[in-house]
């Protein structure tokens, strides 16, 4: 369970992560890892026994803060993905800091939002009220060149919670918290004001199509869908006019899809035509209907 400590002036932060087939799946894991290693003071990975060298590049990441958990996935769970909530909640049991940043191996901090990080953290830390960080979500989408706008895709959440209070994960998403005797909630979280990059929808568009094909063997009764980024709402998304993360640079110019043409005959399924909507009703009333795993108190 995680360690109950005193609140103090200057908190403590562990990160941690799961992964298996990390490699052969095309995460970028390690570059993952590595933007998070300057701001924690310890890193905990759950790795799953893999048929690939996920952990042996884990291991020549050589950094003192790492320390690996292994373990063994139960290909028997197959309920809505609870084997990632697991394997999730594996590696938080054994973070001791007084906060647990939770980046998936797919996710990026830019080294520009390190410093704003720290800050939120100590500006929150002595107020219990705010349980959770939550972070701005840039989605890319078919190659690095585009991002999400789409209300289907989340835009906030917590990756950032209190190692101090009863937390799960009833997936390998977001967390409730356990408050007393009462029905389990969302945390309480205030902004972060810093930015997560998430990158898994770039990966080439075969090792895309490996991963998805994993998340269906987790959750029973689903079909993996076939990838084809080009059919896509071409209104969902925009160009990306920011910069990416330095740790990135090798990964996208070597690992990343670099080329997308919309296909202009692909046929909008129902979904997209509800999101399309709402998209244009958000841009009409300034509200934002995408999902939100928490409630903002600060």
């Avoid at 570059?31 to 290693?37: D, V």
């Avoid at 084997?83 to 940043?101: E, I, N, P, R, S």
Wanted: proline share 5%; glycine share 6%.
């Amino acid at each position: 369970m995680p360690n109950h400590r005193p609140l103090s002036a200057q908190a403590s932060i562990s990160g941690f992560t799961f992964i298996r087939n990390g490699s052969s799946l095309g995460f970028p894991f390690v570059e993952s890892i590595r933007s998070l290693l300057p701001l924690v003071d310890e890193f905990v990975i759950a790795v799953g026994a893999s048929d690939d060298d996920t952990r042996a590049r884990l291991v020549a990441i050589n950094d003192p803060k790492i320390r690996i958990i292994d373990t063994v996935w139960n290909d028997r769970m197959g309920d809505r993905g609870f084997v990632y909530a697991q394997q999730k909640m594996m590696a938080q049991y054994a973070c001791t800091g007084d906060w647990a940043f939770y980046l998936e191996g797919d996710e990026v901090v830019h080294e520009e939002d390190i410093p704003k990080i720290r800050a939120a953290v100590d500006m929150h830390h002595s107020n219990p009220a705010v349980e959770a960080l939550v972070f701005d979500y840039v989605h890319f989408y078919g190659t690095p060149d585009y991002v999400s706008i789409s209300p289907g895709w989340y835009r906030r959440e917590c990756r950032l919670i209190r190692n101090t209070i009863r937390s799960y994960a009833p997936d390998g998403q977001y967390w409730l918290v356990m408050h007393q005797h009462k029905r389990p909630r969302f945390p309480q979280g205030a902004l972060a004001n810093a930015r997560i990059f998430h990158y898994g929808w770039v990966r080439k568009q075969e090792q895309m199509q490996a991963k998805l094909n994993q998340v269906a063997k987790y959750w029973q009764g689903s079909t993996p869908m076939q990838i084809n980024y080009a059919n896509f709402d071409a209104q969902a998304v925009k160009k990306f006019e920011q910069t990416h993360p330095a740790v990135m640079a090798h990964w996208i110019a070597n690992e990343a899809e670099q080329h997308l043409v919309f296909n202009p005959d692909y046929q909008l399924t129902p979904k997209e035509k509800k999101y399309r909507l709402s998209k244009n009703v958000e841009n009409l009333t300034g509200l934002d209907f995408s999902k939100k795993h928490f409630k903002l108190v600060a």
